[in-house]
């Protein structure tokens, strides 16, 4: 069992749809939370940071982490067709150097 | 300013041939990492470098993956005999330090093709 799971997708919603992207980890050690996004053949960009529990909102994207049930959750409101990417999320622990553990992403396509 | 770049941005070779992928990482970035993507995967950790020394070296599937970083700048991560099970995208970033929740820049990446 991978220690960050989530649903490939693909996932496919009509522009101005709101989208729910989530991941599960399993090693209650992880306490900084990060959302990548992925255009195809280019290098993951850092969405959205949350450190332990809580909710971050940052223009059309909140991030929220429930530790006590090990979830986390991207929302994207008011999708856009330039949202079409692959979410990754990625879960780090402090003292870890920073090292990071990526989610298998999700595929996301909003269509006009 | 320029952002992580990786050359080169393609590599095909041939089964138990030695390789070169090198990371030029953000100007006075201290810390640097290296992570393998494959097909329909996220990027999976194999090392990365505070300065010139190699931190932490665990994601290193076998002995035949080796990284330098001699200046404290750019790397390179050296793969010998490869493998058809190497071909993937490897992606180098970089963050200003090591530090918790530091944000690590991406690299385009390298795509290794082992025929």
């Known amino acids: 069992q991978k220690e960050v799971e989530q649903d490939p997708g693909p996932l496919s919603v009509p522009e101005g749809a709101i989208v729910s992207l989530n991941c599960t980890y399993s090693?209650?050690?992880?306490?900084?939370f990060m959302w990548y996004r992925q255009y195809s053949r280019k290098g993951p960009e850092l969405l959205m940071y949350?450190?332990?529990?809580g909710n971050k909102e940052d223009g059309r994207f909140t991030a929220q982490v429930d530790k006590s049930s090990k979830y986390i959750s991207l929302f994207i409101r008011d999708s856009q067709p330039s949202d079409s990417a692959t979410y990754l999320c990625?879960?780090?622990?402090?003292?870890?150097?920073?090292?990071?553990?990526f989610g298998t992403g999700t595929q996301l396509k909003v269509e006009l | 300013g320029a952002g992580v770049s990786q050359t080169p941005s393609n590599k095909v070779t041939e089964k138990g041939k030695y390789v070169e992928l090198r990371c030029d990482p953000i100007?006075?970035?201290?810390?640097l990492y290296w992570y393998r993507q494959s097909l329909g995967q996220g990027p999976e950790f194999l090392i990365y470098?505070?300065?010139?020394?190699?931190?932490?070296d665990s994601g290193l599937p076998n002995d035949r993956f080796f990284a330098v970083r001699p200046e404290g700048s750019v790397s390179t991560l050296k793969i010998q005999r490869t493998e058809r099970g190497d071909s993937a995208v490897y992606l180098c970033?970089?963050?200003?330090?090591?530090?918790?929740?530091?944000?690590?820049?991406f690299g385009p990446g390298t795509r290794l093709l082992v025929l």
């Open positions: 970033a970089s963050s200003l330090t090591s530090g918790v929740g530091e944000t690590q820049y």
């Open positions: 090693n209650s050690a992880f306490q900084y």
């Open positions: 949350t450190y332990s529990s």
């Open positions: 990625a879960c780090g622990l402090t003292g870890g150097g920073n090292k990071l553990t």
């Open positions: 100007s006075g970035h201290t810390a």
């Open positions: 470098f505070q300065g010139t020394g190699a931190a932490d």
